[in-house]
């Protein structure tokens, strides 16, 4: 028990002091694909014309709440997911 505190605090290598990597593995990034830009762009859209809707709806009938409410939790979570897909996908390079 002693000898594992000894290696979390000292940062010492489980294996001894030899150090020799076993293992390299590079992850590269995904390509960006059109299909799913566009879909992205498609959805957008429909959020736009959802935000318009709902702002128009609250502003001409009398409803109980204020309209974000519902449109920052749809923006929010498509900002979301196209933030962690540009993120996890890699810039095409240009020439």
């Known amino acids: 028990m002693f000898a594992n505190l000894h290696h979390l605090v000292s940062r010492t290598p489980e ?3 030899d150090g020799f990597v076993e293992e390299v593995v590079v992850r ?3 390509p960006r694909q059109p299909k799913v ?4 762009l498609f ?8 935000h318009v809707l709902i702002i128009w709806v609250c502003h001409r009938f009398p409803v109980p709440f204020h309209q974000l409410w ?5 923006w929010l979570l498509g900002t979301l997911a196209t933030g ?12």
């Not at 830009?37 to 992205?40: G, I, K, T």
């Not at 519902?70 to 749809?74: A, D, E, G, S």
């Open 70 to 74: 519902v449109n920052f939790p749809t």
């Open 28 to 30: 590269h990034r995904e």
């Open 43 to 50: 959805c957008w859209t429909l959020i736009a014309i959802k």
């Open 15 to 17: 294996g001894g002091a």
């Open 84 to 95: 962690i897909y540009y993120y996890r996908t890699e810039r095409p390079r240009r020439p």
């Open 37 to 40: 830009e566009r879909f992205f």
